[in-house]
């Protein structure tokens, strides 16, 4: 099943793709790629178009159906708007996301002028081994497998630091992207990690400027959440 989702957000990440490209970003081979892809095509999960393939429209009906986590979109409306604006000179892209099946699904966002070149949108499974993926294991008690980008020895420190500093970033040559990412944790009243508010930049430089007001909405976003009696 795991090979299943992995194509299928690669699919949604990337509008369109081959089973070379598939199994070069997902890490599943080539000739399991082609099984999978058959299947999904006669489920209509996925539609196949002179040898490329994109999402189908059975698996739109389903991403409808998806609602995310209310309580948590409402206690970080306001502290988004507010953190969208907190950097002179860019839009940033906020966006507050939760852990699922150890990767970090996007609950409400805000978009900025780096939404081009990575677009945040509710119901978006981050790429694995993003700041928010960091920032969330610190509150696990194993380590996560690292990514494929990292090794197990780079993969512990990364999350080590993240702990350390309440931080996490994705510098442009991490991400192999013209952006850069920070993530800061939400925790609940017993300190837990619980969720991430996450922002990127197209200018690495403002990073120094926006630790200090991601944290705050961070931090509000947690005592939100501790003030609503639902939590």
Not at 204 to 218: F, G, K, V, Y
């Amino acid at each position: 099943m795991e090979g299943v989702f992995g194509l299928l957000d690669e699919l949604a990440r990337a509008g369109e793709a081959g089973p070379t490209e598939l199994a070069a970003a997902t890490g599943v081979p080539k000739a399991t790629v082609h099984r999978l892809l058959v299947q999904l095509v006669e489920l209509g999960a996925v539609q196949r178009s002179a040898g490329r393939y994109r999402i189908g429209p059975r698996m739109v009906g389903l991403g409808q159906a998806w609602r995310p986590d209310p309580v948590l979109r409402a206690a970080a409306e306001e502290p988004l708007r507010a953190l969208a604006s907190a950097v002179r000179g860019e839009r940033i892209s906020v966006a507050v996301a939760e852990p699922h099946a150890g990767r970090t699904l996007i609950v409400g966002a805000i978009r900025g002028d780096a939404d081009d070149v990575l677009p945040l949108r509710a119901g978006t499974l981050l790429p694995y081994g993003c700041a928010g993926d960091r920032m969330h294991a610190t509150a696990l008690p194993h380590l996560p497998e690292p990514p494929q980008t990292h090794s197990a020895r780079e993969w512990k420190q990364l999350v080590a630091d993240a702990k350390g500093r309440g931080l996490a970033v994705d510098h442009a040559t991490d991400l192999d992207l013209p952006v850069s990412c920070m993530a800061a944790p939400i925790r609940n009243s017993l300190g837990e990690v619980v969720a991430t508010l996450g922002a990127v930049v197209l200018d690495q430089r403002n990073l120094s400027t926006l630790s200090d007001p991601l944290r705050r909405a961070a931090a509000l976003v947690g005592a939100r959440l501790v003030m609503n009696p639902s939590v």
